[in-house]
């Protein structure tokens, strides 16, 4: 059921520029989120954006939402070697069991040089 | 990473053995979720618990089963019958179930002798 897709599949800047990463889906969506996955350990989430929502900010972080295009995207600013790590989007579905679970799409691998 | 606790980091399955993988959480969340991560590859669901002596399949439950007899416990067992069973897999919860927030845990990576 992976409905998401992430855009780049890899992406390496230089510390201090900003990054960019989207996501497209396919069906209609409650919310979307992003997570981050350092290499080896498990996803963090960073932000969740609602269907209603255009646009959101969280520290370094802003995504914003295009439900109309079906894309999200994700902008890192003045990225840090610490950002290094892979991005993913989730997006819900409804399950038929009467939830709603999460899809995750392959992820933004980013790399950001010293 | 967030009250969720998983053991071992790795483990070893021998072929025809059937090896559980540990999932527990402090948060006091009522939903609890398996996902298996493929090298490259997105999250795919397993299994997952909407509440205590609950659970549903997911997409790929063929070859594993499940138990949620505490709220704080979802044990995964990865069966004989699961015959690519190399991978990393993930425990989460949230605070309830559907579109809410997911909490990893730090992962199990698994490995066929």
Redesign the interface.
């Known amino acids: 059921?992976?409905q998401?897709e992430e855009d780049p599949q890899a992406l390496s800047i230089q510390e201090g520029e900003n990054a960019t990463m989207n996501c497209s889906y396919k069906t209609s969506i409650?919310?979307l989120?992003w997570?981050r996955q350092n290499s080896?350990?498990?996803?963090?989430?960073l932000i969740?954006i609602r269907s209603n929502e255009r646009e959101k900010h969280s520290g370094r972080l802003r995504v914003t939402l295009d439900t109309s295009k079906k894309s999200s995207s994700l902008l890192i600013t003045a990225s840090r070697a610490a950002d290094t790590a892979s991005y993913?989007c989730a997006t819900?579905y409804f399950?038929g069991?009467?939830?709603?679970?999460?899809?995750?799409?392959?992820?933004t691998k980013l790399s950001v040089i010293p | 990473?967030?009250g969720?606790t998983?053991s071992p980091k790795y483990l070893f399955r021998k072929e025809g053995q059937n090896v559980t993988l540990s999932c527990e959480q402090n948060l006091n969340h009522d939903a609890m979720?398996w996902?298996r991560q493929d090298p490259?590859?997105?999250?795919?669901?397993i299994y997952?618990s909407?509440i205590v002596n609950d659970f549903?399949k997911?997409?790929i439950a063929e070859g594993y089963s499940v138990s949620r007899e505490k709220k704080e416990s979802f044990p995964l067992t990865v069966t004989s019958a699961q015959k690519n069973p190399t991978a990393?897999y993930?425990c989460?919860s949230s605070i309830a179930?559907?579109?809410e927030?997911?909490?990893?845990?730090?992962?199990t990576?698994l490995l066929v002798l």
Request: proline fraction near 3%.
């Open positions: 059921s992976q998401g409650n919310n989120q997570y080896g350990r498990g996803l963090v989430h969740l993913f819900d399950s069991a009467g939830s709603y679970q999460l899809t995750f799409g392959k992820g | 990473d967030g969720i998983q979720y996902y490259g590859q997105g999250l795919r669901l997952y909407q549903q997911g997409d990393f993930l989460a179930p559907g579109e927030t997911q909490y990893f845990g730090p992962g990576r």
